[in-house]
Protein backbone atom coordinates (compact mmCIF):
# COMPACT_ATOMS: atom_id res chain seq x y z
CA UNK A 1 0.00 0.00 0.00
CA UNK A 2 2.61 1.91 1.24
CA UNK A 3 4.56 1.47 -2.41
CA UNK A 4 1.43 2.16 -4.28
CA UNK A 5 0.66 5.70 -2.47
CA UNK A 6 4.54 6.37 -2.97
CA UNK A 7 4.66 5.47 -6.92
CA UNK A 8 1.17 7.68 -7.53
CA UNK A 9 2.85 10.34 -5.76
CA UNK A 10 5.93 10.44 -7.83
CA UNK A 11 3.50 10.13 -10.95
CA UNK A 12 1.59 13.21 -10.40
CA UNK A 13 4.54 15.39 -9.31
CA UNK A 14 5.48 17.38 -12.21
CA UNK A 15 8.85 17.10 -13.69
CA UNK A 16 11.21 19.12 -12.58
CA UNK A 17 13.77 20.95 -15.77
CA UNK A 18 17.29 19.84 -15.03
CA UNK A 19 19.80 22.46 -15.10
CA UNK A 20 21.13 21.79 -18.21
CA UNK A 21 17.54 22.78 -19.58
CA UNK A 22 17.06 26.21 -21.01
CA UNK A 23 14.19 28.24 -19.32
CA UNK A 24 11.69 29.90 -21.67
CA UNK A 25 13.04 33.36 -21.48
CA UNK A 26 17.07 31.44 -23.02
CA UNK A 27 14.58 30.27 -25.75
CA UNK A 28 13.38 33.21 -26.66
CA UNK A 29 16.24 35.72 -25.99
CA UNK A 30 18.07 32.85 -28.24
CA UNK A 31 15.60 32.82 -30.78
CA UNK A 32 15.36 36.51 -31.39
CA UNK A 33 19.06 36.79 -32.06
CA UNK A 34 18.85 34.44 -34.36
CA UNK A 35 16.54 35.91 -36.38
CA UNK A 36 18.11 38.94 -36.19
CA UNK A 37 21.83 37.49 -36.89
CA UNK A 38 20.26 36.02 -39.76
CA UNK A 39 18.52 38.26 -41.46
CA UNK A 40 20.27 41.70 -40.14
CA UNK A 41 22.46 41.61 -43.56
CA UNK A 42 19.49 41.54 -46.01
CA UNK A 43 18.23 45.05 -44.11
CA UNK A 44 19.20 48.20 -45.79
CA UNK A 45 19.34 51.37 -45.11
CA UNK A 46 18.13 53.66 -47.95
CA UNK A 47 18.84 57.46 -48.60
CA UNK A 48 17.28 59.27 -51.95
CA UNK A 49 17.90 62.94 -52.48
CA UNK A 50 16.21 65.95 -54.33
CA UNK A 51 15.78 69.73 -54.01
CA UNK A 52 14.84 69.83 -50.72
CA UNK A 53 17.27 67.93 -48.95
CA UNK A 54 17.62 63.92 -48.06
CA UNK A 55 15.54 61.49 -47.16
CA UNK A 56 16.75 58.41 -44.64
CA UNK A 57 14.44 55.14 -44.45
CA UNK A 58 14.77 51.35 -44.09
CA UNK A 59 14.11 48.99 -46.70
CA UNK A 60 14.77 45.22 -47.16
CA UNK A 61 15.91 42.52 -49.93
CA UNK A 62 12.79 40.43 -50.84
CA UNK A 63 15.23 38.22 -53.44
CA UNK A 64 18.39 37.39 -54.51
CA UNK A 65 18.29 39.85 -57.38
CA UNK A 66 18.27 42.77 -55.27
CA UNK A 67 15.16 43.78 -55.16
CA UNK A 68 13.79 46.10 -52.19
CA UNK A 69 11.00 47.00 -50.13
CA UNK A 70 10.75 50.05 -48.77
CA UNK A 71 8.84 53.06 -47.60
CA UNK A 72 7.16 55.32 -50.19
CA UNK A 73 8.01 58.27 -48.47
CA UNK A 74 11.92 57.85 -48.45
CA UNK A 75 12.16 57.05 -52.44
CA UNK A 76 8.80 59.63 -53.48
CA UNK A 77 9.80 62.39 -56.51
CA UNK A 78 13.73 61.57 -55.54
CA UNK A 79 16.58 62.15 -58.24
CA UNK A 80 19.23 59.67 -56.64
CA UNK A 81 18.41 56.65 -54.60
CA UNK A 82 20.98 54.67 -53.15
CA UNK A 83 20.97 52.00 -50.50
CA UNK A 84 23.60 50.73 -47.93
CA UNK A 85 24.03 47.34 -46.14
CA UNK A 86 27.44 45.20 -45.14
CA UNK A 87 29.48 48.31 -45.73
CA UNK A 88 28.41 48.43 -49.38
CA UNK A 89 26.54 51.93 -50.92
CA UNK A 90 25.02 50.66 -54.19
CA UNK A 91 22.97 52.77 -56.32
CA UNK A 92 19.12 51.99 -56.76
CA UNK A 93 16.32 52.37 -59.13
CA UNK A 94 13.14 52.96 -58.00
CA UNK A 95 10.65 50.26 -60.02
CA UNK A 96 7.35 51.71 -58.64
CA UNK A 97 6.37 53.76 -55.94
CA UNK A 98 2.73 52.69 -54.86
CA UNK A 99 0.62 55.89 -52.71
CA UNK A 100 -2.24 52.79 -52.33
CA UNK A 101 -0.18 50.55 -50.16
CA UNK A 102 2.39 53.20 -49.06
CA UNK A 103 5.71 51.14 -50.24
CA UNK A 104 8.12 51.20 -53.48
CA UNK A 105 10.05 49.03 -54.78
CA UNK A 106 13.91 49.23 -55.60
CA UNK A 107 15.97 47.44 -57.79
CA UNK A 108 19.62 47.68 -57.18
CA UNK A 109 22.26 45.72 -59.49
CA UNK A 110 23.54 43.12 -57.23
CA UNK A 111 23.31 39.32 -55.62
CA UNK A 112 22.08 39.86 -52.73
CA UNK A 113 21.11 37.93 -49.24
CA UNK A 114 17.42 38.33 -48.90
CA UNK A 115 14.63 37.51 -46.16
CA UNK A 116 11.47 34.68 -46.48
CA UNK A 117 8.40 35.87 -47.02
CA UNK A 118 6.09 34.52 -44.29
CA UNK A 119 1.87 34.59 -44.01
CA UNK A 120 0.91 37.61 -42.78
CA UNK A 121 -2.83 36.01 -42.17
CA UNK A 122 -1.07 33.94 -39.20
CA UNK A 123 -0.14 36.25 -37.17
CA UNK A 124 -2.63 36.76 -34.98
CA UNK A 125 -2.61 39.01 -31.79
CA UNK A 126 0.21 38.36 -29.41
CA UNK A 127 2.48 36.59 -31.90
CA UNK A 128 5.69 37.95 -31.34
CA UNK A 129 7.50 40.06 -34.00
CA UNK A 130 11.08 41.51 -34.82
CA UNK A 131 11.49 44.82 -36.57
CA UNK A 132 14.95 45.48 -38.16
CA UNK A 133 15.61 48.85 -39.20
CA UNK A 134 17.57 51.85 -39.14
CA UNK A 135 16.48 54.24 -36.72
CA UNK A 136 18.14 57.59 -37.36
CA UNK A 137 21.67 57.99 -38.00
CA UNK A 138 22.14 55.40 -35.78
CA UNK A 139 23.12 50.98 -36.99
CA UNK A 140 20.81 49.03 -37.65
CA UNK A 141 19.04 47.29 -34.67
CA UNK A 142 16.17 45.30 -33.48
CA UNK A 143 12.96 46.19 -31.55
CA UNK A 144 10.97 43.04 -30.28
CA UNK A 145 7.04 44.07 -30.04
CA UNK A 146 3.57 41.78 -30.02
CA UNK A 147 0.89 42.27 -32.66
CA UNK A 148 -2.07 44.06 -30.96
CA UNK A 149 -4.65 43.57 -33.33
CA UNK A 150 -5.70 44.69 -36.99
CA UNK A 151 -7.14 47.98 -37.96
CA UNK A 152 -9.01 49.09 -41.00
CA UNK A 153 -9.09 52.78 -40.28
CA UNK A 154 -7.00 55.18 -38.02
CA UNK A 155 -8.14 58.82 -37.10
CA UNK A 156 -11.38 58.33 -39.11
CA UNK A 157 -9.59 57.71 -42.17
CA UNK A 158 -9.50 53.95 -43.97
CA UNK A 159 -6.90 52.37 -44.91
CA UNK A 160 -6.38 50.88 -48.36
CA UNK A 161 -6.14 47.52 -46.66
CA UNK A 162 -6.21 45.92 -42.97
CA UNK A 163 -3.08 47.12 -41.27
CA UNK A 164 -1.58 45.21 -38.46
CA UNK A 165 -0.90 46.99 -35.16
CA UNK A 166 2.15 46.09 -33.25
CA UNK A 167 3.05 46.94 -29.45
CA UNK A 168 6.70 47.92 -30.56
CA UNK A 169 8.98 50.65 -29.88
CA UNK A 170 10.20 51.94 -33.63
CA UNK A 171 11.79 55.56 -34.50
CA UNK A 172 12.25 57.62 -37.23
CA UNK A 173 13.96 56.26 -40.07
CA UNK A 174 12.64 53.01 -39.66
CA UNK A 175 10.03 53.59 -42.32
CA UNK A 176 10.01 50.28 -44.69
CA UNK A 177 11.64 48.41 -42.33
CA UNK A 178 10.79 44.43 -42.39
CA UNK A 179 8.89 42.98 -39.22
CA UNK A 180 9.57 39.30 -39.04
CA UNK A 181 8.08 36.71 -36.85
CA UNK A 182 10.23 34.14 -34.86
CA UNK A 183 10.62 31.90 -37.73
CA UNK A 184 12.35 34.58 -39.32
CA UNK A 185 10.08 35.26 -41.81
CA UNK A 186 9.03 38.94 -43.01
CA UNK A 187 5.51 38.97 -42.19
CA UNK A 188 4.95 42.48 -42.82
CA UNK A 189 6.48 46.30 -43.48
CA UNK A 190 6.61 48.94 -41.23
CA UNK A 191 5.00 52.21 -42.42
CA UNK A 192 4.09 54.17 -39.33
CA UNK A 193 4.02 54.54 -35.92
CA UNK A 194 0.91 55.80 -33.79
CA UNK A 195 2.65 58.82 -32.64
CA UNK A 196 4.32 58.42 -29.29
CA UNK A 197 1.99 55.69 -27.98
CA UNK A 198 4.57 52.72 -28.50
CA UNK A 199 2.76 51.16 -31.72
CA UNK A 200 2.86 51.02 -35.21
CA UNK A 201 1.33 50.12 -38.29
CA UNK A 202 2.16 47.45 -40.64
CA UNK A 203 1.38 46.90 -43.97
CA UNK A 204 0.82 43.11 -44.02
CA UNK A 205 3.37 41.37 -46.72
CA UNK A 206 0.86 40.29 -48.60
CA UNK A 207 -0.78 43.43 -49.44
CA UNK A 208 2.99 44.30 -50.24
CA UNK A 209 3.35 41.06 -52.46
CA UNK A 210 0.23 42.26 -54.41
CA UNK A 211 2.18 45.17 -56.03
CA UNK A 212 4.97 42.91 -56.90
CA UNK A 213 2.90 40.54 -58.50
CA UNK A 214 1.84 43.59 -60.72
CA UNK A 215 4.76 44.64 -61.73
CA UNK A 216 6.57 40.85 -62.62
CA UNK A 217 2.94 40.36 -64.60
CA UNK A 218 2.42 43.36 -66.43
CA UNK A 219 5.48 45.79 -65.52
CA UNK A 220 2.77 48.98 -63.79
CA UNK A 221 0.25 48.46 -61.29
CA UNK A 222 -3.00 47.05 -61.71
CA UNK A 223 -5.01 48.34 -58.65
CA UNK A 224 -8.69 46.98 -60.08
CA UNK A 225 -11.91 49.29 -60.00
CA UNK A 226 -15.36 48.10 -59.99
CA UNK A 227 -17.32 51.58 -59.37
CA UNK A 228 -19.01 49.85 -56.61
CA UNK A 229 -20.18 51.90 -53.37
CA UNK A 230 -21.69 49.88 -50.20
CA UNK A 231 -23.13 50.64 -47.17
CA UNK A 232 -24.49 48.69 -44.20
CA UNK A 233 -27.69 47.47 -44.16
CA UNK A 234 -30.01 47.59 -41.32
CA UNK A 235 -30.58 43.79 -41.57
CA UNK A 236 -28.11 40.68 -42.52
CA UNK A 237 -29.19 38.98 -46.16
CA UNK A 238 -27.59 35.68 -46.52
CA UNK A 239 -25.21 36.51 -43.87
CA UNK A 240 -24.33 39.79 -45.08
CA UNK A 241 -25.20 43.78 -44.47
CA UNK A 242 -23.35 45.12 -47.46
CA UNK A 243 -25.37 46.72 -50.09
CA UNK A 244 -24.64 48.41 -53.18
CA UNK A 245 -25.66 51.94 -53.09
CA UNK A 246 -24.38 53.44 -56.06
CA UNK A 247 -22.79 52.63 -59.24
CA UNK A 248 -20.09 55.02 -61.21
CA UNK A 249 -20.68 55.43 -64.44
CA UNK A 250 -17.17 55.78 -65.18
CA UNK A 251 -16.47 52.43 -64.56
CA UNK A 252 -18.75 49.40 -66.16
CA UNK A 253 -20.71 47.49 -63.14
CA UNK A 254 -24.29 47.84 -64.51
CA UNK A 255 -22.69 46.91 -67.74
CA UNK A 256 -21.02 43.48 -66.31
CA UNK A 257 -24.77 43.20 -64.45
CA UNK A 258 -24.24 44.76 -60.74
CA UNK A 259 -27.29 46.80 -59.85
CA UNK A 260 -27.91 49.11 -56.75
CA UNK A 261 -29.54 47.37 -53.72
CA UNK A 262 -27.80 44.66 -54.39
CA UNK A 263 -26.37 42.65 -51.33
CA UNK A 264 -22.85 41.77 -51.71
CA UNK A 265 -21.61 38.51 -50.33
CA UNK A 266 -18.07 37.69 -51.68
CA UNK A 267 -15.65 39.63 -53.98
CA UNK A 268 -13.15 37.05 -55.80
CA UNK A 269 -11.54 34.81 -53.08
CA UNK A 270 -12.76 37.50 -49.75
CA UNK A 271 -15.98 36.73 -48.39
CA UNK A 272 -18.00 39.75 -47.31
CA UNK A 273 -19.95 39.94 -44.07
CA UNK A 274 -20.18 43.93 -43.88
CA UNK A 275 -19.39 46.78 -45.88
CA UNK A 276 -15.92 47.10 -44.28
CA UNK A 277 -14.99 43.79 -45.49
CA UNK A 278 -14.54 45.23 -49.33
CA UNK A 279 -11.71 47.47 -48.80
CA UNK A 280 -9.42 44.69 -48.46
CA UNK A 281 -11.42 42.29 -51.41
CA UNK A 282 -11.25 45.69 -53.09
CA UNK A 283 -7.53 46.19 -53.12
CA UNK A 284 -6.47 42.20 -54.25
CA UNK A 285 -8.60 43.18 -57.22
CA UNK A 286 -6.04 43.22 -60.42
CA UNK A 287 -7.35 45.56 -63.21
CA UNK A 288 -7.96 43.34 -66.27
CA UNK A 289 -8.35 39.63 -64.27
CA UNK A 290 -11.94 38.57 -64.16
CA UNK A 291 -13.02 37.92 -60.55
CA UNK A 292 -16.76 36.31 -59.24
CA UNK A 293 -18.85 39.25 -57.18
CA UNK A 294 -21.63 36.72 -55.38
CA UNK A 295 -24.49 39.03 -54.52
CA UNK A 296 -28.09 38.27 -53.29
CA UNK A 297 -30.93 39.97 -55.00
CA UNK A 298 -34.50 39.61 -54.81
CA UNK A 299 -33.72 36.67 -52.41
CA UNK A 300 -31.54 34.70 -54.98
CA UNK A 301 -28.09 34.11 -54.67
CA UNK A 302 -25.93 34.17 -58.01
CA UNK A 303 -22.30 35.00 -58.98
CA UNK A 304 -21.54 37.59 -61.84
CA UNK A 305 -17.85 37.72 -63.37
CA UNK A 306 -16.89 41.22 -63.41
CA UNK A 307 -13.78 42.38 -65.43
CA UNK A 308 -12.58 45.62 -62.95
CA UNK A 309 -10.88 48.93 -64.74
CA UNK A 310 -7.41 50.67 -63.87
CA UNK A 311 -8.02 52.47 -60.51
CA UNK A 312 -8.36 56.06 -60.75
CA UNK A 313 -6.08 56.59 -58.58
CA UNK A 314 -3.35 54.48 -59.75
CA UNK A 315 -0.53 56.51 -61.21
CA UNK A 316 -0.60 56.44 -64.89
CA UNK A 317 3.25 56.31 -65.07
CA UNK A 318 5.31 54.61 -62.01
CA UNK A 319 7.37 57.19 -60.74
CA UNK A 320 10.98 56.74 -61.47
CA UNK A 321 14.04 58.21 -59.98
CA UNK A 322 17.14 56.56 -62.13
CA UNK A 323 20.06 55.31 -60.78
CA UNK A 324 22.86 57.34 -60.40
CA UNK A 325 25.85 56.09 -62.47
CA UNK A 326 28.12 54.71 -60.47
CA UNK A 327 32.05 56.65 -61.04
CA UNK B 1 18.39 141.85 23.62
CA UNK B 2 15.06 142.06 25.79
CA UNK B 3 13.78 139.38 23.11
CA UNK B 4 16.80 137.19 24.00
CA UNK B 5 15.84 137.15 27.65
CA UNK B 6 12.08 137.05 26.98
CA UNK B 7 13.16 133.61 24.70
CA UNK B 8 15.60 132.18 26.93
CA UNK B 9 12.76 132.66 30.00
CA UNK B 10 9.81 131.23 27.46
CA UNK B 11 12.28 128.08 26.39
CA UNK B 12 12.94 127.41 30.32
CA UNK B 13 9.32 127.36 30.85
CA UNK B 14 9.02 124.90 28.20
CA UNK B 15 11.45 122.47 29.04
CA UNK B 16 9.01 121.75 31.97
CA UNK B 17 6.29 121.79 29.96
CA UNK B 18 5.20 117.76 28.99
CA UNK B 19 2.02 116.34 27.53
CA UNK B 20 -0.08 114.04 29.81
CA UNK B 21 0.68 110.63 29.70
CA UNK B 22 -2.47 109.64 28.00
CA UNK B 23 -1.13 111.55 24.75
CA UNK B 24 1.77 109.11 24.76
CA UNK B 25 -0.14 106.02 24.92
CA UNK B 26 -2.97 107.60 22.37
CA UNK B 27 -0.27 108.67 19.99
CA UNK B 28 0.08 105.55 17.76
CA UNK B 29 -3.19 104.44 17.55
CA UNK B 30 -4.45 107.84 16.33
CA UNK B 31 -1.40 108.22 14.05
CA UNK B 32 -2.53 104.87 12.49
CA UNK B 33 -6.05 105.64 12.48
CA UNK B 34 -5.47 108.96 10.49
CA UNK B 35 -3.47 107.26 8.03
CA UNK B 36 -6.11 104.78 7.21
CA UNK B 37 -8.67 107.29 6.93
CA UNK B 38 -6.10 109.30 4.43
CA UNK B 39 -6.08 105.97 2.09
CA UNK B 40 -9.81 105.22 2.44
CA UNK B 41 -10.88 108.78 1.72
CA UNK B 42 -8.37 109.38 -1.50
CA UNK B 43 -10.26 108.76 -4.92
CA UNK B 44 -10.23 105.03 -6.23
CA UNK B 45 -8.39 106.34 -9.53
CA UNK B 46 -5.54 107.75 -7.35
CA UNK B 47 -5.52 104.17 -5.77
CA UNK B 48 -5.79 102.30 -8.98
CA UNK B 49 -3.05 104.85 -10.30
CA UNK B 50 -0.61 103.63 -7.33
CA UNK B 51 -0.77 100.15 -7.74
CA UNK B 52 -0.28 100.64 -11.75
CA UNK B 53 2.73 102.46 -11.06
CA UNK B 54 4.17 100.26 -8.07
CA UNK B 55 3.62 97.47 -10.50
CA UNK B 56 6.55 98.75 -13.21
CA UNK B 57 8.98 99.84 -10.17
CA UNK B 58 11.62 97.01 -11.06
CA UNK B 59 12.47 94.81 -7.76
CA UNK B 60 16.59 95.21 -6.74
CA UNK B 61 17.17 92.00 -8.89
CA UNK B 62 20.87 91.02 -9.99
CA UNK B 63 21.39 91.42 -13.98
CA UNK B 64 22.43 87.30 -13.69
CA UNK B 65 19.18 86.40 -12.08
CA UNK B 66 17.09 88.43 -14.92
CA UNK B 67 19.26 87.25 -17.96
CA UNK B 68 18.99 83.49 -16.60
CA UNK B 69 15.50 83.49 -16.19
CA UNK B 70 15.25 85.17 -19.77
CA UNK B 71 17.03 82.36 -21.38
CA UNK B 72 15.52 79.68 -19.66
CA UNK B 73 12.18 80.99 -20.86
CA UNK B 74 13.38 81.07 -24.23
CA UNK B 75 14.75 77.74 -23.95
CA UNK B 76 11.13 76.16 -22.41
CA UNK B 77 9.63 77.96 -25.46
CA UNK B 78 12.06 76.36 -28.28
CA UNK B 79 11.43 72.82 -26.15
CA UNK B 80 7.57 73.27 -26.61
CA UNK B 81 7.02 73.73 -30.02
CA UNK B 82 9.64 71.26 -30.89
CA UNK B 83 7.30 69.27 -28.97
CA UNK B 84 4.45 70.31 -30.81
CA UNK B 85 6.14 69.23 -33.85
CA UNK B 86 6.30 65.83 -32.98
CA UNK B 87 2.73 65.30 -32.02
CA UNK B 88 1.86 66.44 -35.52
CA UNK B 89 1.42 63.24 -37.43
CA UNK B 90 3.48 62.68 -40.43
CA UNK B 91 5.92 62.99 -42.66
CA UNK B 92 3.71 61.89 -45.44
CA UNK B 93 0.29 62.68 -45.13
CA UNK B 94 -2.36 61.77 -48.01
CA UNK B 95 -4.69 64.70 -49.50
CA UNK B 96 -8.39 63.71 -50.32
CA UNK B 97 -6.92 63.89 -53.87
CA UNK B 98 -5.03 60.64 -52.85
CA UNK B 99 -1.64 62.32 -53.63
CA UNK B 100 1.42 61.58 -51.22
CA UNK B 101 2.54 64.65 -50.29
CA UNK B 102 5.35 65.83 -48.40
CA UNK B 103 4.43 67.22 -44.47
CA UNK B 104 6.15 70.42 -43.71
CA UNK B 105 6.00 69.41 -40.15
CA UNK B 106 8.61 66.71 -40.48
CA UNK B 107 11.28 67.43 -38.07
CA UNK B 108 14.83 67.77 -40.37
CA UNK B 109 18.21 67.43 -38.84
CA UNK B 110 21.49 68.71 -40.95
CA UNK B 111 23.30 66.08 -42.91
CA UNK B 112 27.31 66.26 -43.31
CA UNK B 113 27.52 68.35 -46.38
CA UNK B 114 24.67 70.96 -44.56
CA UNK B 115 21.10 69.71 -45.95
CA UNK B 116 17.98 69.21 -44.87
CA UNK B 117 18.01 65.10 -43.38
CA UNK B 118 14.59 63.73 -42.68
CA UNK B 119 14.31 60.30 -41.00
CA UNK B 120 10.84 58.70 -42.46
CA UNK B 121 7.83 57.15 -40.35
CA UNK B 122 4.97 58.89 -40.45
CA UNK B 123 2.31 58.79 -37.70
CA UNK B 124 -0.15 58.18 -39.69
CA UNK B 125 -0.27 55.45 -42.58
CA UNK B 126 -0.56 56.30 -46.32
CA UNK B 127 -3.98 56.01 -47.47
CA UNK B 128 -6.85 57.15 -49.30
CA UNK B 129 -9.60 54.79 -48.86
CA UNK B 130 -11.91 57.56 -47.56
CA UNK B 131 -15.09 55.66 -49.10
CA UNK B 132 -16.20 51.59 -48.97
CA UNK B 133 -16.05 51.50 -52.56
CA UNK B 134 -14.49 48.66 -54.84
Known amino acids: ?327 | MDNEDSITKLLRLKRYEQPSEEYFENFLAEFQARQRAEVIHRPLLHIAWDRVCSMFVMPPVPKLVMVSSFAAAVFAAVFVMNWADDDTPSNLTLASSGAVQRDSTARPANGKNGSAVQYVLPARPVSYASARSF
Open chain 1, 1 to 327: MAVLAAASLFALTPPRASAAEPNLADSITCQIRKVFDENQNAVVRVQASDSLGVRLGSGFFIDPTGMIYTHAGVVLNAEDVTVTFNGNCLPATVVTTDERSGIAILKTDCISPFIRVGNSENATIATPVIAIGFPEERDSSASFGMIAGRDRQHMGQYFSTTHIRANMAVNRGEGGAPVLNLNGEVIGILVARINDSGSCHILPIRAAEKIRQDMAHYGELRHGWVGVEVEDAPEPVNGSTAKITALNPLANAAEQGLKSGDMVNAIGATSVTTSEDVIDASYFLTAGEAADVKITRDGQQMSIKVTPKLHPLTPAEPLHAEAPQQP
